[in-house]
């Protein structure tokens, strides 16, 4: 065998070596670990299947090691109290839409501005870009570590008492709303009666008619059932949520680099699945629910621009309160994918 050809086996042989010698350091590095994983959607929703597949790459990527539990539908309590319990320690991972964490850093209150996006492409490309990675990056402070932004969608108007396709329709309808200000505000400019509640309190207030109806993508209301106790809905889409995925800093802080870049790593293959799968039941959704005797109507184009125009003060008002270079940034990410200069 020629000399040179030997030296290179050597050298491969070293390489591969250190690459087994790093292997197990890396399974060394990798402890037993059980996660608690609550959230308030059903396991049946898109977010409760992005959990799953969560969780199956995580203990596929710790051989095994590490384990996440699943607490669906809101069983550990609503999105605040569980928020509570991801800074205390106690729950190591949860989802929630940007607003909720707009008390903290009210910069995540820009996702929430009503009509900000057109589509979901638009979406991606500044919860992907600089703009959401920024975002992310106040939450250690908080006691939170944001790992990647899921999708809940656009958000449509349903409820008990009449058919809407003007925004007149809305005058004196109670609807639950997010437990955020942008959202309160928001509805109550429409002429509507907003009464916040945290989820797992929805169905019951709509069935006992303590609200007359809520909002909320049409892939909850199939999941949540709120067919069952809503008669109507609108496509209205008067505003985009998309889904942080947070885990717990307290118990960040303690797990080794190998296991924090197994749950990055598991959380970025999540996220291109939970958002097409997010996609397809949205699609479909409108027609299950007319299935189950639902009467959709269709919120016209001009509609909408009459909403966006009545709630430019509100947009206004929420706008005035965040780092004006971080605004401009997300506008002109933007104009950018929508190929106009701002």
């Given at each position: 065998?020629?000399?040179?050809?030997?030296?290179?086996?050597?050298?491969?042989?070293?390489?591969?070596?250190?690459?087994?010698?790093?292997?197990?350091?890396?399974?060394?590095?990798?402890?037993?670990?059980?996660?608690?994983?609550?959230f308030v959607n059903q396991k049946e929703h898109p977010q409760g299947m992005?959990?799953?597949?969560?969780?199956?790459?995580?203990?596929?990527?710790?051989?095994?090691?590490?384990?996440?539990?699943?607490?669906?539908?809101?069983?550990?309590?609503?999105?605040?109290?569980?928020?509570?319990?991801?800074?205390?320690?106690?729950?190591?991972?949860?989802?929630?839409?940007?607003?909720?964490?707009?008390?903290?850093?009210?910069?995540?209150?820009?996702?929430?501005?009503?009509?900000?996006?057109?589509?979901?492409?638009?979406?991606?490309?500044?919860?992907?870009?600089?703009?959401?990675?920024?975002?992310?990056?106040?939450?250690?402070?908080?006691?939170?570590?944001?790992?990647?932004?899921?999708?809940?969608?656009?958000?449509?108007?349903?409820?008990?008492?009449?058919?809407?396709?003007?925004?007149?329709?809305?005058?004196?309808?109670?609807?639950?709303?997010?437990?955020?200000?942008?959202?309160?505000?928001?509805?109550?400019?429409?002429?509507?009666?907003?009464?916040?509640?945290?989820?797992?309190?929805?169905?019951?207030?709509?069935?006992?008619?303590?609200?007359?109806?809520?909002?909320?993508?049409?892939?909850?209301?199939?999941?949540?059932?709120?067919?069952?106790?809503?008669?109507?809905?609108?496509?209205?889409?008067?505003?985009?949520?998309?889904?942080?995925?947070?885990?717990?800093?307290?118990?960040?802080?303690?797990?080794?680099?190998?296991?924090?870049?197994?749950?990055?790593?598991?959380?970025?293959?999540?996220?291109?699945?939970?958002?097409?799968?997010?996609?397809?039941?949205?699609?479909?959704?409108?027609?299950?629910?007319?299935?189950?005797?639902?009467?959709?109507?269709?919120?016209?184009?001009?509609?909408?621009?009459?909403?966006?125009?009545?709630?430019?003060?509100?947009?206004?008002?929420?706008?005035?309160?965040?780092?004006?270079?971080?605004?401009?940034?997300?506008?002109?990410?933007?104009?950018?994918?929508?190929?106009?200069?701002?």
């Amino acid at each position: 065998m020629p000399r040179k050809l030997q030296h290179r086996l050597a050298a491969l042989c070293v390489a591969l070596s250190s690459l087994g010698m790093a292997g197990v350091a890396d399974a060394q590095n990798i402890q037993e670990r059980n996660f608690k994983f609550a959230f308030v959607n059903q396991k049946e929703h898109p977010q409760g299947m992005g959990a799953q597949r969560f969780a199956e790459i995580v203990e596929k990527k710790s051989g095994g090691k590490m384990k996440v539990k699943l607490f669906a539908s809101g069983v550990l309590g609503g999105d605040a109290a569980v928020i509570s319990s991801l800074q205390g320690g106690t729950v190591d991972l949860t989802m929630a839409i940007p607003g909720l964490l707009s008390g903290m850093a009210k910069e995540f209150s820009l996702f929430d501005l009503p009509f900000l996006f057109n589509n979901e492409k638009e979406a991606d490309v500044v919860l992907d870009g600089p703009v959401g990675r920024k975002l992310l990056d106040k939450l250690p402070e908080k006691g939170l570590i944001g790992l990647t932004y899921f999708e809940h969608g656009f958000r449509n108007v349903t409820n008990s008492r009449r058919p809407v396709a003007r925004m007149e329709d809305l005058q004196g309808l109670r609807l639950r709303v997010m437990q955020i200000p942008v959202m309160i505000d928001a509805f109550g400019a429409l002429g509507a009666n907003p009464s916040p509640l945290p989820l797992p309190e929805v169905y019951t207030a709509l069935e006992q008619r303590a609200v007359d109806g809520q909002e909320n993508p049409y892939s909850l209301v199939e999941a949540s059932k709120y067919y069952e106790v809503q008669r109507y809905g609108s496509d209205t889409r008067h505003a985009f949520n998309p889904v942080v995925l947070l885990f717990s800093k307290k118990v960040w802080d303690r797990l080794s680099e190998d296991e924090r870049m197994i749950l990055r790593d598991a959380a970025r293959e999540t996220q291109p699945f939970q958002r097409a799968a997010n996609r397809d039941v949205n699609a479909r959704a409108a027609e299950f629910l007319k299935s189950k005797g639902m009467v959709l109507t269709e919120f016209s184009a001009q509609e909408r621009e009459r909403l966006r125009d009545k709630l430019k003060p509100v947009t206004d008002k929420y706008v005035r309160q965040i780092d004006p270079a971080l605004t401009q940034e997300l506008f002109s990410e933007l104009g950018k994918v929508r190929g106009v200069a701002r």
